[in-house]
């Protein structure tokens, strides 16, 4: 026979079970670049700007966003 106590500890893990292990999730970094130029002569400055992001710890699509 259950007990009344059981069975309301139970219903409560089976309703929070769903949350457990997600956490609290970060908002993503977003960094945009607008120029009215072609992409072409900035390619070795975007390549640098994200070298340096990688240097200091910032990883695209983990937990950063280049548009």
Known sequence: MVRRRHLVKLLGCAT???YIGHGKQTAMLVIGFLSG??????AGLVAA???CLNDT??????????D
Do not use: K, L, Y
């Open 49 to 51: 700007f994200r070298q």
């Open 37 to 42: 130029a072609s992409p072409g002569p900035f």
């Open 16 to 18: 929070t079970w769903p």
């Open 57 to 66: 710890g910032f990883v695209e699509d983990q937990n950063v966003a280049i």
